[in-house]
């Protein structure tokens, strides 16, 4: 069984930073690409950044020169470090891995969002 577990949500002013983590835990040999989405109230889940193995990063239009994402692979993490908040940055946030189980070959999961809201 894989699990993936966001934390780090919650309520910050305009302008303020957050920083959100995405756990993986369960039988996991590998995790490849790894990403960011949210879904604002009334719209479609979207993509924020994503972030292979290797490093090799790509972000929305929205998140570039705002957001970072990393990784760290031995500890099965990844982060999406926000600065410079926007009211419209207010969604959901999802992490989702490419997971390599053990026995079970590979597919994608989901966490199952944190919650972040800009106050403007």
């Known amino acids: 069984q894989v699990q993936l577990v966001e934390s780090g949500g919650g309520l910050v002013q305009a302008g303020g930073s957050l920083s959100l983590s995405c756990a993986a835990s369960?039988?996991?040999?590998?995790?490849?690409?790894m990403g960011w989405y949210r879904r604002a109230p009334g719209k479609q889940r979207e993509l924020v950044a994503t972030?292979?193995?290797?490093?090799?990063?790509n972000y929305a239009d929205s998140a570039k020169g705002r957001f970072t994402i990393s990784r760290d692979n031995a500890k099965k993490t990844m982060y999406l470090q926000m600065n410079s908040l926007k009211a419209e940055d207010t969604a959901v946030y999802y992490c989702?891995?490419?997971?390599?189980?053990w026995g079970y070959g590979v597919d994608d999961y989901w966490g199952q969002g944190t919650q972040v809201t800009v106050a403007s």
């Open positions: 989702k891995g490419s997971v390599v189980a």
């Open positions: 972030i292979t193995r290797g490093g090799n990063t």
């Open positions: 369960g039988s996991i040999l590998r995790i490849d690409v």
